[in-house]
């Protein structure tokens, strides 16, 4: 099982749609959550921290299941501008190495259209 | 400036050559980080860096070598580059002790080996 594992899509939604991605995750360890947002031949953003609880910014919500290590991101009446490939990140444990090194899925492509 | 940068934008160089890359932040971050970004691929930890006068291995670290002379630079260099080492490389830093450890990215370089 990879590390962290995306569907790659393409989605391709309507403007004002509802869409979700999951990502799963292969180390039951693992401490900390993101997605980032990847617009073309530009770096990763930030896009949201995971919290335990689930979180919500907006029109972006995310979700993380831990028993079932899973995370999730739906995104509420998606605009034009939401295009672009969103990574799922995983901060695995600590080494032992005194590294917190990420780990990132390959990332799911959404396209909205108008 | 503010963030992170990287220089160069792109670079076309030939095999064999010698190349460093250049990374900056003017966050305080303590912990740096170099990525390359290959299509289907993902992105790949080469080497990173704690703490200034520290530094580690990452996932594909053969061909690179880093140095963390201070808290601000983390240049990458490629002693002999090799067309496999054509990539978008990203620089990243992180603020390590911090609950998540959010990394943030630099706008990344383009280099093709011929």
């Known amino acids: 099982r990879k590390e962290v594992e995306q569907d790659p899509g393409p989605f391709n939604v309507p403007e004002g749609a509802t869409v979700a991605f999951n990502c799963t995750y292969s180390n039951s360890a693992s401490q900390s959550f993101f997605w980032y947002r990847q617009d073309c031949r530009k770096e990763p953003k930030l896009l949201m921290s995971v919290y335990s609880s689930g979180n919500e910014d907006g029109r972006f919500t995310a979700q993380l299941n831990r028993a079932s290590q899973y995370i999730s991101l739906l995104i509420r009446d998606s605009k034009l501008s939401d295009s672009a490939t969103y990574l799922c990140?995983?901060?695995?444990?600590?080494?032992?190495?005194?590294?917190?090194?990420?780990?990132f899925g390959k990332g799911t492509k959404l396209s909205v259209i108008p | 400036i503010a963030g992170i940068t990287q220089a160069p934008t792109s670079q076309i160089l030939a095999a064999g050559r010698r190349m460093t890359l250049r990374c900056t932040q003017d966050m305080r971050h303590n912990a740096m980080y170099w990525y390359r970004q290959d299509l289907g691929l993902g992105l790949r930890l080469i080497h990173y860096s704690n703490t200034a006068g520290t530094t580690g291995k990452g996932e594909v670290p053969d061909g690179y070598s880093v140095s963390r002379a201070n808290t601000d630079d983390f240049p990458l260099t490629l002693a002999s580059a090799v067309p496999s080492q054509t990539s978008v490389y990203f620089c990243?830093?992180?603020?390590?002790?911090?609950?998540?450890?959010?990394?943030?990215f630099g706008p990344g370089t383009r280099l093709t080996v011929l």
């Open positions: 990140v995983v901060n695995p444990a600590y080494s032992g190495a005194g590294s917190y090194q990420l780990t």
């Open positions: 990243a830093s992180s603020n390590l002790g911090t609950d998540y450890n959010e990394q943030f």
